[in-house]
């Protein structure tokens, strides 16, 4: 699978919308809120490289209202 296809957390297919060949604003990602702490979860080689799946972005939201 293509790198940019992985969620750089879990390694999970992320669903995308710009990698299946949908316009990127109509994306699910365009609709949430990402908590800056999922982003300490990424690798600093995938930054802006790859898109977090919705799986791990709920798990982050629900850790962080605990």
Do not use: Y
Request: aromatic share 6%; hydrophobic share 30%; net charge negative.
């Amino acid at each position: 699978m293509d790198e940019t296809k992985q969620c750089p957390i879990c390694k999970q297919e992320n669903k995308c919308g710009t990698h299946v060949n949908e316009n990127p604003s109509v994306c699910w990602c365009a609709f949430e809120a990402f908590p800056k702490e999922i982003f300490e979860l990424v690798p600093d080689e995938k930054i802006r490289k790859a898109c977090i799946c919705a799986t791990c972005l709920a798990t982050v939201k629900q850790l962080s209202t605990s």
